[in-house]
């Protein structure tokens, strides 16, 4: 199965045990992997992931090697930029009113915008304050069921 990947998501992988879905997307990763699932993911990822980890303590000089490793540990299919952009803008036009409330980030859609049109069946995601609160997962349902770690494990253990 095709799993559509936020950054947040292989983020919260590597935060400080403890912390929340540090735990749920580590073991999220280990079902892609055990499973033979396929993560897919916008190029956004690339910019993404490399600001985040340099913004914790992890060495600069590691970044990079955490990046890659990250990548290999969900399997991820980074997809370019650019094919998705005409579907964001859809998206961002019929969900305006959850955007505009819930101050969805454009880049978020570029996200769901990827799993959707690469026929992805999930979208993962640790974002709470606006894709993860039960009126934008009821709205988004329609294109991709999204989830956030610890569900997205339970889907895919269930099949």
Not at 60 to 67: D, L, Q
Not at 105 to 112: G, I, K, M, T
């Amino acid at each position: 199965m095709r799993v559509g990947l936020d950054a947040s998501t292989l983020i919260a992988s590597i935060k400080r045990a403890g912390e929340k879905y540090h735990k749920d997307a580590r073991k999220l990763s280990e079902v892609i992997l055990r499973g033979g699932h396929e993560g897919v993911s916008s190029a956004l990822l690339l910019m993404e992931l490399p600001g985040a980890l340099a913004s914790t303590r992890l060495p600069v000089e590691v970044v990079y090697t955490a990046t890659v490793s990250l990548l290999d540990k969900f399997n991820v299919s980074v997809m370019p930029y650019e094919p998705y952009v005409e579907k964001v803008i859809e998206l961002m036009l019929e969900f305006r009113d959850l955007k505009a409330r819930f101050s969805i980030p454009s880049a978020d859609f570029h996200y769901l915008a990827t799993s959707y049109q690469e026929g992805c069946e999930l979208f993962v995601t640790t974002d709470e304050r606006h894709l993860l609160r039960q009126e934008c997962k009821r709205e988004l349902s329609k294109y991709v069921e999204t989830l956030d770690p610890s569900e997205a494990v339970k889907r895919l253990a269930a099949g």
